[in-house]
Nanobody, 126 residues
């Protein structure tokens, strides 16, 4: 059973930056795509960014394009989310996720991810 541990959240002023990290407990041949989702109070968990196994293909939600960058280090079985230009609407609990199966195109759907981190809180003050 793969376990994910995400970290790096915190309180930041609007326009500031944070870097989220997610470490997997097993070698990355146990997982394929890895990504980040977020959930604000009273809202459903939504897609933020995803990268495929090699890290060569990434997708972003339109709301974060140009501000967030996802990267992956398979040697460390880790995935990162660099968040720049944070806005108050980015505030949420951010969850790392990993899929078990290969897909031609990484999924943006919560249901397609088998493994989840415990979440890390991001708060953005205006």
């Amino acid at each position: 059973q793969v376990q994910l541990v995400d970290s790096g959240g915190g309180l930041v002023q609007a326009g500031g930056s944070l870097r989220l990290s997610c470490a997997a407990s097993e070698r990355t041949f146990s997982v394929d795509d890895m990504g980040w989702f977020r959930q604000a109070p009273g809202k459903e968990r939504q897609f933020v960014a995803v990268t495929n196994w090699s890290g060569g293909t990434s997708y972003y939600d339109d709301s974060v394009k140009g501000r967030f960058t996802i990267s992956r280090d398979n040697a460390k079985t880790a995935v990162y989310l660099q968040m720049n230009g944070l806005k108050p609407e980015d505030a949420a609990i951010y969850y790392c996720a990993a899929s078990r199966f290969y897909r031609t195109t990484p999924s943006k759907q919560v249901r397609d991810y088998a493994y989840w981190g415990q979440g890390t809180q991001v708060t953005v003050s205006s």
